[in-house]
């Protein structure tokens, strides 16, 4: 169908095994039921010989070699560029990372390999589902759910989520964004397709059990809330130095099923209140493209490099919070971890920067977690009507803090982990642009 914008949905249930590793926290974590299902959702999109699949995937993070091999088995099973194949995910702490099966082929590799093709499967499902569609898109705000996690002390230091009532507290250090972005994808005998797009972390719930934590339970209630006549999909946005737990509001400090749920109301109420207020896009455009920026590592002192070693040895022998980790005034475990993987990695690091073309949206997908500040300088950059720039997107490589958070003196979690330059936020905004010019070219 020439020129005519088509979309279709798929969803599938994802069940990872029991007694698989959870990452996060630095503590080992494994999975010992399920609170709620896991789930892997496409929309596919063509117009005229371009076609294209967006998915919302419910795990932590998949890297970029999983990546690789996903968007060719997806590209395999539905005869579509396997650059055309956007993979976002929502970051869930009670859930599991899509990595390479490895050689030799254990319960981990036989789990991945199902996870690969439920990839493939979903997204052909969602091309059988095909139908004309017309775009809507409107933009709205959520306060008071994501805020800043970096605070200023007393002393001029930089922290991490201190300690609540922690008197040396002055200020968190830059804002979050607030934006809410819906795309309604309206189809011609099957239900809307509706795309919400926030930034924040999906950290409220912990434990051992897999659960989606709120973007789950946001899906759950805006499907409710519209009386069963959409498929909402969740897009995460840039949420780096962003968490839900607020310094100053000791209600907004505790962990559990119910505080997520109060989280996942807050942002479908923002989505409710623009959704009769979308405004409708273009539909005979649907392109994608991509680039690759060169980032260096973040350095360290090699005088300390005898030191980062024992840090590294104590860690892994006795754990986290063995007394002897703070023998080295100045240098945090946590770092150390971070040099010493930095030290068998390449001088450079060829991070993936994506995009597709809906009519006059644009999706931008950057490969791990930017700061909030990068996402809300990319848009004011774009010179498209709606820009969506979405974190863990075809890739999950680390944390990219701006750069004003390297320059900060003391520790903080994302820029002393963080295993890029202190350039990596402006070259990914390059990317973004370099994108963006490519899904406008004529």
């Avoid at 005034?329 to 991070?351: M, S, V």
């Amino acid at each position: 169908m020439e020129n005519v914008m088509q979309a279709g949905f798929a969803s599938l249930r994802m069940q990872p095994p029991l007694g698989l590793r959870i990452p996060g926290y630095y503590t080992v974590r494994l999975a010992e039921g399920t609170a709620d299902p896991l789930h892997l959702r496409a929309t596919a999109l063509a117009c005229g010989d371009v076609k294209a699949v967006i998915f919302n995937c419910e795990c932590i993070g998949l890297n970029m070699g999983a990546y690789e091999i996903i968007k060719k088995k997806v590209a395999e099973a539905c005869d579509i560029d396997p650059e055309s194949v956007y993979i976002n995910c929502i970051h869930s702490h009670t859930s599991f990372i899509v990595v390479p099966a490895g050689p030799e082929m254990d319960d981990m590799d036989i789990h991945l390999l199902t996870i690969y093709q439920q990839f493939a499967d979903c997204a052909k499902l969602a091309f059988n589902d095909l139908k004309p569609a017309t775009i809507l898109s409107a933009i709205g705000e959520c306060k008071d759910f994501a805020f800043v996690r970096r605070y200023r002390m007393k002393d001029g230091t930089v922290r991490t989520n201190p300690p609540y009532g922690d008197e040396n507290v002055v200020a968190p250090i830059g804002k979050p964004d607030d934006h809410v972005r819906i795309v309604r994808i309206q189809r011609e005998g099957a239900k809307e397709i509706l795309i919400v797009h926030f930034g924040n972390h999906a950290d409220m719930i912990g434990g051992k059990l897999y659960t989606p934590d709120w973007p789950g339970y946001l899906v759950a209630t805006l499907n409710r809330a519209l009386e069963g006549n959409v498929e909402t999909m969740f897009l995460l946005g840039c949420e780096g130095d962003l968490n839900h737990r607020n310094f100053y509001n000791p209600m907004l400090t505790y962990k559990g099923v119910e505080n997520a749920k109060f989280g996942a109301r807050m942002v479908a109420g923002a989505v409710l209140r623009i959704y009769d207020k979308a405004i409708p896009s273009e539909t005979n455009c649907l392109r994608f493209a991509h680039t690759y920026v060169q980032v260096g590592k973040n350095l360290w002192d090699p005088n300390r490099l005898d030191e980062v070693e024992d840090l590294v040895q104590i860690y892994r022998e006795k754990g986290e919070f063995a007394p002897e980790l703070n023998k080295y005034p100045g240098l945090h475990y946590r770092e150390a971890l971070r040099i010493k993987a930095n030290l068998a990695r390449p001088e450079f690091f060829n991070l993936r920067v994506s995009g597709i073309r809906v009519g006059d949206i644009a999706f931008i997908g950057l490969p791990g977690e930017p700061f909030a500040s990068i996402g809300m300088d990319i848009v004011e950059r774009s010179t498209m009507p709606m820009t969506v720039v979405t974190a863990i997107t075809n890739g999950y490589e680390g944390y990219y803090p701006d750069a004003a958070a390297f320059a900060e003196p003391g520790y903080s979690y994302e820029k002393s982990t963080s295993p890029f330059a202190p350039d990596c936020a402006q070259k990914l905004i390059d990317g973004a642009m370099e994108v963006l010019q490519q899904l406008q070219a004529e």
